[in-house]
């Protein structure tokens, strides 16, 4: 059946049967594609009917299907023309882990940072209303985890009244985030869940109202007409409905003419509906349903019979943190950990394993945890916040305001910073450098290796009266790198003959950094290459230590723009230090997936090539600031 459909459009005439037996196919070839690729295998399992259904029931691109987060849309691409193109997922060239417009007609958004959908669907339904394409509707697919994060409730809180017509709002209660939802709402969803339900109400309507000659079928009709049906009569008064919002629910999300009723009532109903629907995360597939952690949220390449990873694990950056926070959390009683919905991934599992009451699960909700976070430092706790670097981001203004503005001790531990891979643009965390650069009085620390990251932790723990962070990257860490001397808080990993070039490195760009002055070394060229550990504020001895080399090359995992090479210029500048500085990094550009290994290749961040650019620049005479990198674009540090 898989082979046969081309298109949404191929749905609409399958019968119940033949929709059971391309719901079992497509969670077959998803267990087959995903378990080679690595991906979002659990949330994708539980899916199936309810995408199928969604195309059934809408046709898209006319209606506008958008999938919150879009970790959930691999059975929206399979629908959509793309079955064929799954070898290829997450992978170099291949179609993306989340929906991406340049593939397909059929996606409109392209995210992967939750709880952004409504707002989409929001603004869409309302153009649609303005410009009078008042035949195009909208629907919107968000999570019970998604629903966690402010935007949507500011989103909801906006739709209810915007007047627009043609908006579903499907809500995939799977009663799991990474892990199980947490919060007020997944309480209130729990409650919904257990309330004898709308479409059961039908299913008992239909038995007894139309078995009754003469009035039954016309009692059962106008139950299950447009406006009446629509939960006013049986369905919990929820808070949905005191936003003002229709609710239709709750549904089984695995049973497409259920599925199919509701949709089709929403769709008709001529104001935004939200229909509640029930799924199994990892659905069909025991491996991930036994997976009592995650459900398989997200794995790595697996074995599909038995879900087990591929390849030994080593030693990660995240457990590296893990460990560590646990030793501090076992001396300083004062420590509290926060995660935005990330137990598992940030390692934060461990210290709750230790310190339950020391741990704070916010759900998908950054900007909360670091206000929330200020808050307990105010109490005169010390609150580290871990969540991924590409995370932060929305946080920003509270990181700059409620945080560092308020004096507040908090430590921000970012993993998966610098160039992430797999998950593309949206993922990198390459920005985390540049925000925080300008935010005064806050630390930075990349630490290179485990040893060092264990020291900056303890250090940044031991600040009460300002934020501190730190960011590592995503992955095993490697072996220590030993500092052969300590300056300053400057650690010098490797000494070049001659003082041609001071190579600064960045965090975990020192195996590459070290390699390429050894490399530099064999053509002659003495590269020294530093550590300043701390990367803000920058030690003002790197303006001494700076003067005795022919140039200087800074090494970082971040974008350039605004980065560490920017920040030591000023510093330089402002010493009226005149050596040029050449500036390796991140362009200022959206990376697409790849492998973490081929983008740092294909912007020129390995050994040889950062040799061969070294080596060259040593030879030029003529001193210039600011010099480019080759492989950079041609803006930045102009
Ligand atoms: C802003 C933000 N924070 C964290 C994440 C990491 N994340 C990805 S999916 C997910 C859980 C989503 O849960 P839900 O919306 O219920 O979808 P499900 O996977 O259960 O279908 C989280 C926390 C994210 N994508 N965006």
């Known amino acids: 059946m898989l082979e046969s459909l081309k298109g949404p459009e191929d749905l609409k005439a399958l019968n119940a049967a033949q929709l059971a037996e391309l719901s079992s196919e497509i969670r077959a070839f998803l267990v087959e594609k995903v378990s080679r690729t690595g991906g979002h295998l659990g949330p994708n399992l539980g899916v ?64 992967s940072h939750a709880s952004t959908a409504l707002s989409w669907g929001d603004g869409i339904s309302r153009g649609f209303s303005i410009t009078g394409q008042n035949d195009r509707h909208v629907v919107v697919v968000v999570g ?6 402010g935007m949507s409730w500011e989103a909801l809180n906006n ?48 038995d007894v109202l139309q078995k009754t000659p003469v009035v039954g079928a016309p009692i059962f009709e106008t139950l299950h007409g447009m406006k009446k049906g629509i939960k006013d009569i049986v369905a919990p ?34 104001e935004p509906v939200l229909v509640h629907v029930i799924t199994e995360k990892g659905r069909g597939y025991s491996p991930a ?58 390692g934060l599992d461990k210290f709750q394993k230790v310190f339950p009451d020391r741990t704070i699960d916010v759900g998908i909700a950054e900007q909360h945890a670091v206000t929330s976070a200020a808050g307990l430092a105010y109490t005169g706790l010390h609150p580290v916040v871990a969540v991924y670097s590409t995370f932060l981001n929305r946080a920003f203004d509270q990181v700059l305001l409620d945080v560092a503005l308020h004096g507040a001790g908090v430590t921000f531990v970012l993993d998966r910073a610098g160039v992430t891979g797999d998950d593309g643009p949206s993922h990198h965390g390459i920005w985390d450098m540049a925000l925080t650069g300008i935010i005064p009085t806050m630390a930075v620390a990349a630490p290179r290796d485990g040893a060092r990251l264990r020291l900056a932790l303890s250090e940044a723990v031991d600040i009460n009266d300002r934020p501190t962070m730190i960011r590592f990257p995503k992955g095993a860490v490697h072996n220590d790198i030993p500092a052969f001397e300590s300056r300053d808080g400057i650690d010098v990993l490797y000494r070049g003959e001659s003082a041609d070039v001071l190579l600064v490195s960045i965090g975990a760009m020192a195996p590459i950094a070290v390699e390429a002055a050894s490399q530099a070394y064999r053509e002659g060229v003495g590269v020294t ?24 090359v800074v090494l970082e995992d971040g974008i350039r723009h605004g980065g560490i090479a920017s920040s030591l210029s000023e510093l330089f500048r402002d010493a009226r230090l005149e050596v040029p500085i050449h500036s390796i990094g991140v362009p200022l550009e959206f990376i697409e997936h790849s492998k973490r290994a081929e983008i740092l290749e294909d912007l020129g961040i390995t050994a040889q090539q950062i040799a061969r650019e070294v080596v060259e620049w040593s030879s030029t005479s003529e001193p210039m600031q600011f010099q480019e990198h080759e492989n950079a674009d041609r803006t930045q540090l102009r």
């Not at 019970?144 to 994060?149: N, V």
């Not at 479409?199 to 239909?206: A, I, P, S, V």
């Not at 239709?248 to 259920?258: E, K, L, Q, S, T």
């Not at 300043?532 to 200087?552: E, G």
Request: charged residues 25%; aromatic residues 8%.
């Open 529 to 552: 290459v530093i550590d300043p550990r701390w990367v803000k504020p920058l030690p003002q001895s790197l303006v001494t230590m700076a003067r005795r080399y022919k140039s200087v």
């Open 237 to 270: 008064q929820g808070m949905f409905e005191d936003l003002g919002l229709k609710y239709i629910g709750p549904i089984d999300g695995h049973d497409i003419a259920a599925m199919d009723r509701a949709l089709e009532q929403a769709k008709e109903f001529g």
């Open 159 to 206: 739709i209810a009244t915007a007047g627009t017509r043609n908006l579903v709002i499907v809500v995939n209660d799977n009663e799991r985030s990474y892990s199980p939802t947490i919060g007020g709402l997944a309480t209130h969803l729990s409650t919904l869940r257990m309330t004898q339900g709308y479409e059961r109400f039908l299913d008992w309507g239909k």
């Open 48 to 111: 199936v009917e309810l995408t199928l259904s969604i195309h059934r029931i809408f046709d898209s691109p006319k209606d506008i299907v958008l999938f919150d987060t879009g970790h959930q849309s691999y059975v929206h691409k399979i629908v959509t023309g793309r079955a064929d193109k799954f070898d290829g997922l997450r992978q170099r060239g291949g179609i993306a882990g989340y929906p991406n417009r340049r593939e397909s007609e059929h996606d409109v958004i392209e995210n």
């Open 144 to 149: 019970d985890g998604a629903l966690t994060g």
């Open 289 to 346: 349903i036994a997976d009592e952690a995650e459900k398989f949220h997200a794995v790595g390449i697996v074995d599909p019979e038995t879900g087990l990873p591929v390849s030994s694990s080593k030693t990660s950056w995240t457990d590296v943190f893990a460990g560590e926070l646990v030793e501090i959390g076992k001396k300083r009683e004062d420590i509290v950990a926060i995660t935005a919905a990330m137990l598992g991934p940030t």
